[in-house]
């Protein structure tokens, strides 16, 4: 009698641990699962804005857990017109930063972001702060601010309207249209080539 409910109770432990041994498992693939789901992504996000003439393109960088972006774009550098007048003449000098209205999303028109993990994001800012320092001329015909974002898209591995004279606004929403339609798209891991696109709904 006391032998079998010795066997019983060893028997019933044995059970226990492995329960417990088991719910561990669980509790920890569900914390790792969590905590990549909460990782912080990184991202580009391509927009074209109001002007007083046809627009402005430029870029968003920044961490999906920010609210802090970094501005890139090509414009002239002054806010005077003349210099814009000019730039459809002959190439005038350019500024890579944020111009007025880029922070305001009253203006925004079109956007589309690409999100990055932090390998990733290391070389597309690395090209973007290389493409600032050389970006010294703004010309309307030749060098603009759509022609700017367009060498940033092709560097990621993304498909590009074949015409940088295109208004900003319908550039960027053919720049949506020839990666999948979607909101927001994702880069594949370890490529420049682009991941299917998710619609932000």
């Not at 719910?23 to 391509?46: E, I, L, R, W």
């Not at 393109?57 to 972006?69: P, S, Y």
């Not at 001329?137 to 601010?145: D, K, M, Q, R, S």
């Not at 898209?153 to 319908?170: S, T």
Request: proline fraction near 4%.
């Amino acid at each position: 009698m006391c032998s079998r409910s010795f066997a019983g109770l060893q028997i019933r432990s044995a059970d226990a641990t492995t329960t417990a041994k088991r719910q561990g498992q669980a509790k920890a693939s569900a914390d790792a699962a969590t905590k990549n789901v909460q990782k912080p992504m990184y991202f580009v996000d391509f927009r074209a804005r109001t002007a007083a003439s046809y627009g402005h393109a430029f870029m968003w960088c920044g961490r999906t857990d920010q609210k802090k972006v970094e501005v890139a774009g090509l414009h002239p550098a002054s806010d005077s017109i003349i210099p814009f007048i000019l730039g459809h003449v002959v190439p005038v000098p350019s500024e890579t930063g944020a111009s007025y209205g880029d922070l305001d999303e009253g203006y925004l028109t079109a956007s589309y972001r690409v999100l990055m993990d932090e390998a990733q994001a290391g070389r597309v800012f690395g090209y973007i702060k290389h493409l600032r320092a050389t970006s010294p001329l703004w010309h309307a015909a030749t060098y603009n601010c759509v022609a700017f974002i367009q060498n940033v898209a092709r560097y990621m591995g993304l498909q590009v309207p074949g015409n940088h004279l295109l208004n900003p606004e319908e550039w960027v929403n053919q720049l949506k249209a020839l990666n999948g339609g979607g909101e927001i798209a994702r880069m594949a891991l370890g490529t420049g080539i682009m991941a299917e696109s998710q619609s932000h709904a």
